[in-house]
């Protein structure tokens, strides 16, 4: 089983609708949650991060976690053509002198005009 | 403001080649180090993290090695590359004072390796 787990996609999403991206993990002892976007070519980029349980609020992104069900996800309102994207998931956790970020698949997001 | 250099962007090398991809952050001090690797179309794998000089953790056993003889300094080598290390090299950062903070990345590395 993967630590970090994603749908590949693509996810095809009219403009202006929501765009809902999941991912689930393995480890319990996972601590922080972190969506990056990364656009083909470049470097992944921070969207949004999240700690506790529930939702987390960050203008058009949400994002929600329920780590009784080891799950993450995060939604976008408004989908912009420039939203089009690979969003990647990443759960870190602390061992004992370090932590890690461990990376999920990614999920290919297109937003059609 | 802390930032992170990267270089060469791309880079082309025949097989059995040697390898040196150089890593440094500014603007810190102490950081996390890692390096990952992203084979096309797929997400990002960790390769290695320190936590300070000297400190190297390896993730995946591999034609990989990785140094780090500066505090913001984190360098990826090898003595000689396989077709199947090419990929995109990302070097990242994090603040170790801080238990759960993000991680910034470098502009990445294209390696080709023929």
């Known amino acids: 089983q993967k630590e970090v787990e994603q749908n590949s996609g693509p996810l095809s999403v009219p403009e202006g609708a929501i765009a809902s991206l999941n991912c689930t993990y393995s480890?319990?002892?996972?601590?922080?949650f972190f969506w990056y976007r990364q656009y083909s070519g470049k470097s992944p980029e921070l969207i949004m991060f999240?700690?506790?349980?529930g939702d987390k609020e960050d203008g058009r992104f949400t994002a929600q976690l329920n780590k009784a069900s080891q799950y993450v996800s995060l939604l976008i309102r408004d989908s912009q053509p420039s939203d089009s994207a690979t969003y990647l998931c990443?759960?870190?956790?602390?061992?004992?002198?370090?932590?890690?970020?461990?990376f999920g698949s990614g999920t290919r997001l297109s937003i059609r005009p | 403001s802390q930032t992170i250099h990267q270089w060469p962007a791309t880079l082309v090398q025949p097989v059995g080649s040697p390898l040196s991809l150089e890593c440094t952050v500014e603007?810190?001090?102490?950081?996390?180090l890692y390096w990952y690797r992203q084979a096309a179309g797929r997400g990002l794998q960790l390769l290695f993290y320190?936590?300070?000089?000297?400190?190297i953790s390896s993730e995946v056993p591999q034609n990989l090695s990785a140094s780090r003889p500066q505090d913001r300094q984190f360098i990826l080598s090898s003595k000689k590359l396989l077709l199947s290390d090419s990929g995109f090299y990302l070097c990242?950062?994090?603040?170790?004072?801080?238990?759960?903070?993000?991680?910034?990345f470098g502009q990445g590395t294209r390696l080709t390796v023929v």
């Open positions: 999240i700690y506790s349980n």
């Open positions: 990443a759960v870190c956790r602390r061992y004992s002198s370090a932590s890690k970020i461990i």
């Open positions: 480890d319990r002892g996972s601590q922080s």
């Open positions: 320190s936590v300070g000089i000297g400190q």
């Open positions: 990242a950062w994090r603040d170790r004072g801080l238990g759960n903070t993000e991680a910034f």
């Open positions: 603007g810190t001090s102490n950081p996390n």
